[in-house]
């Protein structure tokens, strides 16, 4: 089982609409939690971190429930640039140092 | 300027050869990692560096070796190269370790005949 799970999509959406998705994760220690975007063939970037009461950036909500093991994103009134893949980002801590798995990513592509 | 910069941002070799990927970068930061990225995967981590004397593992390192030369630069070597080593590589660079921010810079495409 993959220590990061995403659904790959594409997520067609229009533009001004909401779109959210999930990503889980098998370690039940696991610490923090990022959201990354990246841009086709780019580097990734962070776009937010998730913290446990659950956190938002703009037009961008993120959520953590670590009783099902999951983090969330949602994105409301997308815009044509919020095309992107967005990579779940897991660290957990192992015996002598963090571990950090990415999951593959969702695509999100939104339409005009 | 690019913080975090990566040469070749391209590269195409052959199976056999010897092929190094440097990178560099000017944010200050101790620590530096090396990632591949494949369609379909994460990414996944092949080795990583906390400061210039210090050298780890990933979960990937076989048929990968590294080199710190300084803060700022930290090089990944093919030692002779193979088709599945066909990739996208990504340097990063962290300021406190894996559960801070990894900034990452613009990537090499590996292609290997």
């Known amino acids: 089982r993959k220590e990061v799970e995403q659904d790959p999509g594409p997520f067609n959406v229009p533009e001004g609409a909401t779109v959210a998705f999930n990503c889980t994760y098998s370690n039940s220690a696991s610490q923090s939690f990022f959201w990354y975007r990246q841009d086709c063939r780019k580097e990734p970037k962070l776009l937010m971190s998730v913290y446990s009461s659950g956190n938002e950036d703009g037009r961008f909500t993120a959520q953590l429930n670590r009783a099902s093991q999951y983090i969330s994103l949602l994105i409301r009134d997308s815009k044509l640039s919020d095309s992107a893949t967005y990579l779940c980002?897991?660290?957990?801590?192992?015996?002598?140092?963090?571990?950090?798995?990415f999951g593959a990513g969702t695509t999100v592509t939104v339409r005009a | 300027d690019a913080d975090v910069t990566q040469t070749p941002r391209n590269r195409i070799t052959k199976t056999g050869k010897r092929i190094m990927l440097e990178c560099s970068q000017t944010k200050g930061h101790d620590r530096m990692y090396w990632y591949r990225q494949d369609p379909g995967l994460g990414l996944r981590l092949i080795y990583y560096?906390?400061?210039?004397?210090?050298?780890n593992k990933g979960e990937i390192s076989d048929g990968y070796s590294v080199s710190r030369q300084a803060q700022a630069k930290f090089s990944l070597s093919l030692e002779s190269a193979i088709p599945n080593q066909t990739a996208l590589y990504f340097c990063?660079?962290?300021?406190?370790?894996?559960?801070?921010?990894?900034?990452f810079g613009p990537g090499t495409r590996l292609l290997v005949l």
């Open positions: 990063a660079t962290s300021d406190a370790g894996f559960q801070e921010t990894q900034y």
């Open positions: 560096s906390f400061d210039v004397k210090d050298i």
């Open positions: 980002v897991v660290t957990a801590r192992t015996s002598n140092d963090y571990k950090l798995s």
